[in-house]
């Protein structure tokens, strides 16, 4: 139990962050290039990937390079916990404005087509 316990609070303090809430949002569509996070969330690129590189440290977000895109993706759930974060972050698009905005922006993004 006390190894899960830093673990949790380090989960918790990443989904604090609205910028952090938003970009592990869009990923529960599936795995995304950076340039298109940061076109979603407009927010410059050294900003989403410091995020991005937070969530990774905090285990929520796996990472793979392509040529010279970055590609974010979530973790497979692993804990009951890590399982229940996931839903809770699931469900609470519409206590959060920002995130039914990034949604139709990210349907917007997938009829025009992707940048990379």
């Given at each position: ?35 298109d996070l940061v076109d979603i969330i407009q927010v410059p690129q050294p900003t989403a990937s ?42 609470c698009s519409e206590e959060v404005p920002e995130l039914r905005q990034d949604k139709a922006r ?11």
């Amino acid at each position: 139990m006390a190894n899960t316990l830093p673990n949790a609070e380090l989960k918790f303090r990443a989904i604090s962050d609205r910028t952090r809430l938003r970009l592990l949002y869009l990923l529960l569509e599936g795995e995304m290039c950076v340039c298109d996070l940061v076109d979603i969330i407009q927010v410059p690129q050294p900003t989403a990937s410091r995020h991005l590189a937070y969530l990774r440290k905090a285990g929520l977000v796996a990472t793979e390079k392509r040529g010279l895109w970055m590609y974010y993706s979530l973790v497979p759930v692993k804990t009951t916990f890590h399982k229940n974060l996931m839903r809770c972050l699931a469900s609470c698009s519409e206590e959060v404005p920002e995130l039914r905005q990034d949604k139709a922006r990210l349907a917007k993004l997938k009829q025009s087509g992707r940048c990379c």
